[in-house]
C-alpha cells in the first residue's frame, strides 16, 4: 500500500529527532555517572581543564541569558515596530518591495554577522563606550539582534496580515483613525502571531552559535554587566569539542550542555507553534 | 409627502443626508452613475437592487470608507447636514461618528463585549470611568442584548452567536451616538430568528436615526422600510414610499425585480 | 471643539507613523551598513585567481577554491538527503495522513527540528553519523547532518505548494478510477513542481552558510586538496571565514580574505535564497486557477 510505504519515509524525520535526542542523551549520560547533576546545575565554575575540574552550568546559561537579553531588547521594539510601519504605515508598493528583501536577509549566514561584530561592532562598541575590552556581551547582542530582525519583522507582519480585514473596516468606519486601528485593533488581535515571532527569534537567538563564539569573548563568568565577555552555551560547545579528547568527562559534559540547549529550544518552540496555530485559521 | 421630511442648510435639524449627482469610479469603472437622493429624516429607507449595482459602493460613499482604495475617484456632492462631505474642510472622523455603519456579516473585535462597545467612546474621548461603562450598558440595552450578555461583559465577544454578535455591532455604532445609521444586508448571514430580532430593532429606530438599509430581502423591506429606493448598474431608477413604490412602481425594471424575474 | 479633538488625534497619528517609520529606517540602515561592509572589504580581493586557487603560505595569500568545492559538495549533498524525504514526507502529510496521532507527532516532529540550535546539529551529527555510522570527519557526515536540519524547510514549502493544488483536481482524477498515488503523482506534484523547487532552493541555502553543524563533522581549516571520496574532509566557506579571524596569525593579510569569502558566501546564499523567495512569491501569486 502506498500509503504505508509513504509513511514510512515521512517517519525520517521522527526517526531522526529520536536519534538526536538518544545520541545526546546516549553521550551526556557517561558524565553525569560522575558528576552530580547539582553540581553542573547550580556550580557557578565552569572551569573544565583545572584539576579537579568545574563543570558548573551558570556561567554559560549567565552568558546564554544576557547575550539573549541584550538582543532582543533591540530586536522586538525594532523588529515589531517595523512589521507595524509595513503593515499599517507603508504604502502597499512599498511593502511589497520590502517584505521579500527582509525575507531575503534573513538567510545571511551567521558567520557573516559574526565577522561583522568582530571587525567592526567590536571596536565601534569598544571606542564609544571606552571598554577595555570590545568583544562583549553586549556586541554579541547587537550582532544577534541585527540577525534575528528579519524573522521578527516577517512573522509579526505575517500575524498583523492574517488579522481579518473586517475588524480594521469596524473600526475606521467608527471614527478610528489608521493609527487608532493598528494599534487598539489590528496590534491586539495579532497578539498570539506575534508572541510566536517573539518566541520564534528568542529560541534562534539562545541557539545561535557563530556569531556569539567569534564575537562575546569567550570568558565563562558571571558578570552583571552587559560590558563584559561572556561564553554561552553554544560558543562553549563550539568552542571546546574540537580541544577535547573523545571519551573525556569534559567531551560528555559538552553534550550535557547540549542536553540542555535541545530542552530549553524545545521548550520555547513548543509554547511559539501553540500560540502560531492559535491566530486566525 | 417626501418634501415635508427634508431639511435644509441651517435648519436645527439634523441626520440628514443627500447625494447630489453624484458619481463614482473605480479607475476606469464607473460604478455610481448621477444619483441625486434626498433620504427622509428618522426614518428608514430600504435600497435594493441586484448584485453588483453598486449599493455597498454607494454606502462606502455616504461615510468616505471609499477613501482607502486608492483607485477611487468621486464627482458631485454628498450633503450631510448641508454640508458636503468630500470638502475639504470635512472632518471624516467626526462625519464617520455621525454616521453609523453596520457590515453584512458581523464583525465585532476579539476583544470583550464591554470593549467592543466602548471602542467608540474611548477613541471619541465622549466618556471614561463610570460614566463609560453606564453608556455601554445603555448601548446594549437599547438593542436588547441584556438580558443575554449583561452578566458576562468580561468575556470575549466572539464567543456570542451570530446574531448575538451582529446586535453588538449595531450596539457599538449606536453607542457614540449617530444621526444616520447604514446597514448594509445585516441579516443576510443570519438564521431567520436572530434577523427578525434585529428587524424588530430596527423599528425602534424610527424617530431616533436617519436609517438607511441595503436588502436583497423585498419582503424584509416592505416590513421595515418606509421608504425605498431601486438601484440599478449604478442609477437609482425608483424612490418614493415603501408602500407606493411596491404597488405602483414607475419603472418597468423595478416591476420586474419586485416579482423575481432578476436579480 | 470636535475638529480640534480630530486634528489632535490626527497629529497623535503622525507621531506615532513618525516613530514606526524610524524604527523600520534603523533596522534598513544597520542591514544596509552590514552590506555596503561586506561589499566594501570584499569586493578589492575579488578576483579570478581568488576564486580559482587554493590558499597559499599559510591562508595569507592565495585564494580559497577548495572551499568553495566544498561548500558546493556540502550543499548538494545535503540537498539529495533533504529533497527526496522531505518531498515524501510533504505528499504523505497533505496526501495521505488522516488527521490521526502518527500524523501529529510527525508535524511535532518537524516543528521540533526545525527549531533546534545548528550546534545541536553538529553535536548529533558527530556522535551518530561520524562515531556511530563510522563516516569520520567527512562531506558525508557533514551533508548528512545539513540534511537533516533542512529537512523541516522543504517538508513545510512542499507542503504548502501541494494544499495549493486544488481539491478539485484530485477529485476529477479519482472519480476517474485512478489510486491515491496515481493521483499524487500525475495531477497533484506536476501543479507543484515550482513549490519543490522553491524547497529544494532554500534548504540548499541554509546548508551553505551553516557553519555549527559541520565544525566537527565534515570541515577542516586547511587542505590543498579536493576531497577525493565522501568520506574526505574538506574545506568549507563559513569555517573558513571563521578560521581566518579567529585562528589567523597575520590579520591583516587574512581579514581581506575573510572579507572575501565573506562577500562570496553572501552572494552565494543571496542568490539561492532570493530565488526561492522569488519563486515562492510568483507561484503564490500567479494561480492560474
Ligand atoms: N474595491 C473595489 N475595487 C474595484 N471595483 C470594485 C470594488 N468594490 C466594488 N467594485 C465594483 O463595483 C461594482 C459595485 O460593487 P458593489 O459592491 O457596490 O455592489 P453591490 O450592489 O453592493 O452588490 P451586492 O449586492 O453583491 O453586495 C461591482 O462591479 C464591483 O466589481
Ligand atoms: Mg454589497
Redesign the interface.
Known sequence: MAKYSIGAIASVSLLMLLAITVMLFANALPFFGEYSLADFLFGNRWHPTQEPPNFGLLPLLWGSLIVTVVAMLFALPLGISSALFLHGVAPTKLREILKPIIELLGSVPSVVYGLFGLTLLAPFFQRLLSLPVGQTAFVAGVALALMSLPIVVSVAEDALDSV?K??G?????????RW?TLM??VF??ARSGIWAAVLLALGRTIGETMTVLMVAGGAAQIAFTPFKPVRTMTAAIAAEMGETPQGTLHFHALFGVGVVLFLLTFIINLIANKYATKSFK | MVEKECCCVGSEETGCVEAVQFNLCYGDNHVIKNVSLKFPRETITAIMGPSGCGKSTFFRAI?R?ND?IPSVKTQGEILFDGENVYSNKA???????RI??V?Q?P?????SILDNVA??LR???LAKGSELEDRVVEAIKSVNLWDEVGDRLKANAMELSGGQQQRL?IA??LA?EPEVILLDEPTSALDPVSSAKIEEQLAEFIGKYTTIIVTHNVAQAARVAQYSAFMMLGKIIDFGPTKEVFTNPKNELTERYLSGKFG | M??S??SK??LQQKIGFAVLGTAAGIVLVSVAILLFFIVRRGLPIMSWEFLSQPPKRGMTEGGFYPALVGTFLLGVGAMLFSLPIGVMTAIYLSEFASAGRFTKAIRTGVNTLAGLPSIVFGLFGFAFFCKVLRFGVSVLSGALTLGVMALPIVIVTTEEALRAVPTSFREASLSLGATRWRTTVKVVLPNAVSGIVTGAILSMGRAVGETAPIIFTAATFYTRRLPKTPLDEVMALPFHIYGLVTEGVFPEKQLPIAYGSALTLVMLVLILSGAGIYLRYRTRRKRIW
Open positions: 481579518p473586517e475588524y473596516s469596524a473600526s475606521l468606519a467608527l471614527g478610528a483613525t487608532e487598539r485593533v491586539p488581535s | 461615510n470608507m482607502l472632518d471624516i472622523y467626526k462625519l464617520r461618528r453609523g455603519m457590515f456579516r464583525n465585532p473585535f476579539p476583544m471602542y467608540g477613541i471619541h474621548r455591532c457599538r455604532a457614540v | 470636535q475638529q479633538l480630530s488625534r490626527l
